[in-house]
């Protein structure tokens, strides 16, 4: 489990780093971003967490609050 939980990490990472180029390129509102964030990343970062979900894996949450502190200028 922890190999499909890195690889879907790996991609949601990317999708993030595509996201954060169009917040550059953009002025929106923080509402705005964290809808944008709960729709366009947090789907791959939870595929198939109905049969991961009972493993404590860190990665899922270090990108949630690195994109917090990105929000909030921390």
Do not use: C
């Not at 894996?57 to 921390?74: A, M, N, P, S």
């Amino acid at each position: 489990m922890t190999g499909a939980v890195k690889a879907l990490y790996d991609q949601a990472l990317k999708a993030y780093h595509s996201l954060l180029s169009l917040f550059d390129k953009v002025s929106l509102d923080i509402k705005i971003k964290l809808s944008l964030f709960d729709t366009m990343i947090v789907p791959i970062l939870t595929y198939g967490s109905e049969v991961w979900g009972v493993y404590n894996f860190q990665e899922v949450d270090r990108l949630h609050i690195r994109f917090l502190k990105y929000i909030l200028g921390v």
